[in-house]
């Protein structure tokens, strides 16, 4: 283990590393549903109106709206000129369900969800843009991040742009808003450096330097205290979004790391040497590697509303669970404090190229590369979500 904390006192040999093999342990589930097989492979998939509708967007550019109950198909449209890279929805401050797209053509759209009704067509940047995301509390803005080197923070209520984000020196692939009320935006890139910014002024307040290759992906620790970058120098550092100053390295990866994910303190990233790491980043401890993937694992996450909602898996005692999605076809939910395999979702025929689960942990959604699309049902217990979702 090397877990190189910028404290005094850290013992790396104290550190802890719990192996799991996920070909031997843990149940196995069958998708509850497949949707109707798509022609193009699905890069977007998010839920919205509280879990009663699926929204799938493809490399053609369309944009599907499902009922996730029973996979009625209720409108198809085109939304873009090419693939569609990322999808996210939100409730607004007015309470109506948004949803935003982005994509190969340079642009984000951005509509109700019930009505279909196209509210904005953001297309002021020049080149791919790769995501895009709603501020908390609310999504009064959007932040989106491209290829051509920016990112930009919106206005979702007028479509006008708040502040173009300029000063990396290659694409911008990642973008975070703090979970804190400054309106702080984190974004990362192909320069080998993240920034974090005042989204509202525009104002750069820090740039993280330290990355010796592409940054990849970056991610806010649920109280806003830590930001998380990895790389695809094999390595995952940890900042003080406050200070700008580095906490710690983690080494423990051999090959690049795809994406990160945080449940309090703990710390998931998952890499192409076919392994997830959790580290914990108040304890400066790595406490499992999550081993048994025979691919490349490009995804990680939490289920859960907020990261730290307890998922049951028909067990109330239970606590939250990791998500890890892998090119050998298997999805795998894990215990984050034990590190045991949980369960291995089983159905897929290709690589997995997005997900999401609703907030209350019921329902899972899963895509890959050969345009299947699976909803899995996690949690029997009748649904909790709001009726009001009717497509008008």
Known sequence: ?????????????????????????????????QLELFPEAVRGLAFACGGELLITGDASGQVRVWSAKNGILYYTQQ????????????????????????????RCHVWEVRTNLSLFVLSAHTATVWKCVFSPRGGVYLATCSADH???????????????????????????????????????????TARLWNGLSGRCLHVFDG????????AFSVDGTSLATCSNDCTV????????????VYQEHKADVNCLAFSGSLLASSSQDRSVRIVDVNAHAVM???SGHRD????????????????????????AVLISCCDDQIIRLWDIHTGDLLESLLGHKAGILAWDATEDAELLATADKSGAVFIWKLNDKKSRRRDSCAIL
């Open 1 to 33: 283990m090397d877990w190189r904390a910028e404290m005094d006192g850290v013992d790396p040999g104290s550190e802890a590393e719990d192996e799991q093999d996920a070909t031997k342990t843990g149940k196995t589930r069958k998708p509850s549903m």
């Open 79 to 106: 939304k873009h000129d090419g693939a569609i890279t990322s999808i996210v929805t939100d409730c607004g401050a007015d309470e109506r369900d948004l949803a935003a797209s982005c994509g190969a053509d340079s």
């Open 150 to 192: 920016t990112a930009r923070v919106w206005d979702t209520r007028t479509g006008r742009t708040v502040t173009h984000l300029r000063g990396h020196e290659g694409g911008v692939v990642g973008v975070a808003w703090s979970p804190d009320i400054g309106h702080s935006v984190a974004t990362c890139s192909w320069d080998r």
């Open 211 to 218: 990355h010796h290759d592409w940054v990849t992906a970056l």
């Open 237 to 248: 550092r940890v900042w003080n979004p406050m200070t700008g100053k580095k906490v710690g």
């Open 288 to 290: 499992h590697c999550l």
């Open 296 to 319: 490349n694992v490009p995804f990680v996450g939490y289920i859960g509303g907020h990261h730290d909602q307890a998922y049951a898996l028909g067990d109330p005692s239970a606590t």
